[in-house]
């Protein structure tokens, strides 16, 4: 599985290149190692979506969070900050208290395995901060997110 | 043949840089039952023809003033489609002095129902002096008494829209609305990296001005009943909070008291109370913040998202919104906690309930089959009708007359921006208000002091 992901990442990256420069930047940018946070937000995958007006963890959603999991426990030093985001179909308020809701489902579960609670701090972006912009079911599905953004902390 | 009674200057006020305004005086006209009828046709409201010919220079006066004066007011009655101005290339006869008796013939020939007649002159000491008497031209008699103004020349735009506010006020019977502000959030940059910045702007788009804050996120600022201050939502620190803005000074200052996240706040009417929505462990309630004690009294304690709260005119009530039922819902829960009442009841989503500066009726956003509506109801949650539908309606804002809302409409798509509306709350007269810039939550003050 994680084979697969990393095939598809260099595939992407591949794709991409349109001269001989950006290609070697790419390969570069390939060689990323485990420890860095850019392989955490690629390869380990820092974002789980969201149903429709759900919080719920879905199944995929929990196969990249103990993948999450399992990478933060090496790293104990970098602080987290787990972003929760809605789609634009709600409206401003709501979406705020909603992307709370996914931002602290995940943060229950990491808690759950063993993540320290001092790391972690949690915020709502509700619909302010899209991904994508299309407004279908294409883009809201990637919009209703939950992001774990290593090495930031809010302070209170 | 007419009757020209002598023109009664009642105020004189007295303006230095900001406006003074009589309050007693305006309480008394207030009783002035209104004069002209409308007509109403199967449901199309025929507009009262006005006329407002550039008013009269005297001494000093320059003549963009005398021009603008009238079209401000025009330009104000005319948006609230109960009033159509006639060109002024159609008057037959333009008045010459403020003082002279009114040629009706001239207004009743080309079907001018009101006749708006003021004059503008400079005194000595730079203040502007404005008159102005309002006449109905079929009964050839005046409406109200004349009135006067005082002003520094930098505030004509406000004289007008007091002028406009007594001519709205005394032909319809309703309430004042013209001389009000409105705060909003200005929007800018593609729709995935959107800045926004505070922003104020006088009801009808003029005077536009950026608020000074730090450049991070901002949500929905709303007004103090004063009309001084205003409260939202902000990210200075990396997550929402509530901050309150002296607007005179545009200095900020949190409510320290606040933990996890707020948002979504609103003053009481009398000042003394903030009322909003705070998430801990992913849990939003509502909380009655008292400024000057600073205390914090939590409203709602069930798992459910409470938020979008609004107080009741009278301080007693709150209405909110729940999704404790399933669903978004609105909700009525007194001040001092208890149960709260469920009253919308229909299919789709009910968001964002504001009770109307009135009392009579909750303005709300609902969401209903993938569309979004601007809907109103009355406060025990019967007659719900829905003003408008599109992709996605959000957010409305009373008028300080209790008769129009302003809210926001996002397109949809790649290209997607908000801008600004208004409504009737009959349904009619939906109007785009002109922004220089993408615009979102709007609120609406009080009519200004």
Known sequence: MKNIGLAFFFILLLVGCENDKSFKNSLDKAQISESDIEYFQNLVGDTVLFTVDQSGLRPDAISILNAQVKWLKEKTFLPITIEGHADEQGTREYNLALGARRATAVREFLLAKGIEQDRISIVTYGKERPLRVCSNEECWSKNRRAVTVVGKKIVE | ?449
């Open chain 2, 1 to 449: 043949m007419v009757r020209h009674s002598v023109l009664k200057l009642l105020i004189i006020f007295s303006f230095t840089s900001i406006l003074f305004i009589n309050f007693s005086f305006v309480a008394a006209q207030k009783n002035d039952a209104p004069q002209l009828d409308m007509t109403v046709n199967r449901g199309v409201i025929k507009p009262i023809s006005l006329a407002v010919p550039s008013f009269i220079k005297e001494s000093g006066a320059n003549s963009i003033i005398s021009r603008e004066l009238a079209k401000v007011i025009s330009n104000n009655l005319d948006s609230t489609g109960l009033f159509k101005s006639i060109p002024q290339s159609a008057y037959v006869s333009m008045p010459l002095s403020f003082n002279t008796p009114v040629q009706f013939s001239d207004w009743s020939i080309i079907n001018a129902d009101v006749l708006v007649m003021g004059s503008v002159g400079l005194k000595p000491d730079g203040r502007l002096e404005v008159k102005f008497r309002l006449w109905d031209v079929s009964q050839q008699k005046e409406i109200g008494k004349g009135k006067q103004y005082f002003t520094n020349s930098e505030s004509w735009r406000r004289i007008s829209h007091k002028i406009s506010d007594t001519i709205y006020t005394r032909v319809t019977g309703e309430g004042a609305y013209f001389d009000s502000r409105v705060v909003f959030v200005s929007e800018t940059g593609p729709k995935d990296n959107r800045t926004k910045r505070l922003a104020i702007m006088d009801q009808d788009g003029a005077n536009f001005r950026l608020l000074k804050h730090p450049p991070s996120l901002v949500i929905a600022p709303r007004f103090s009943p004063t009309s001084n201050k205003i409260i939202f939502t902000g990210y200075e620190t990396g997550k929402p909070r509530v901050y309150l803005m002296d607007l005179s000074s545009e200095e900020i200052t949190s409510l320290p008291e606040l933990k996890g996240m707020s948002f979504a706040p609103r003053f009481s009417a009398n000042g003394k109370q903030i009322v909003l929505s705070m998430t801990e462990n992913g849990n939003t309630d509502i909380f009655i913040n008292t400024l000057s004690t600073g205390v914090k009294r939590r409203l709602t304690t069930n798992n459910a998202i409470d938020t979008a709260p609004s107080f009741s005119p009278d301080g007693k009530s709150i209405v909110f919104e729940s999704d404790r039922g399933g669903g978004q819902q609105l909700y009525i829960i007194s001040t001092q906690g208890g149960d709260a009442k469920r009253i919308s009841f229909g299919k789709g989503r009910y968001a964002t309930p504001v009770w109307s500066p009135r009392g009579d009726l909750i303005a709300f956003t609902k969401i209903k089959e993938g569309k979004f509506h601007i809907g109103v109801m009355r406060v025990d949650g019967t007659k719900e009708r829905l003003l408008t539908t599109s992709f996605l309606d959000e957010g409305p804002a009373w008028a300080p007359n209790g008769r129009v809302l302003m809210f926001f409409r996002e397109t949809p798509g790649r290209a997607g921006a908000p801008s600004i509306y208004s409504i009737d709350i009959s349904g009619r007269n939906l109007r785009k208000i002109k922004t220089s810039s993408f615009a979102s939550d709007p609120n609406w003050s009080p009519i200004l002091n």
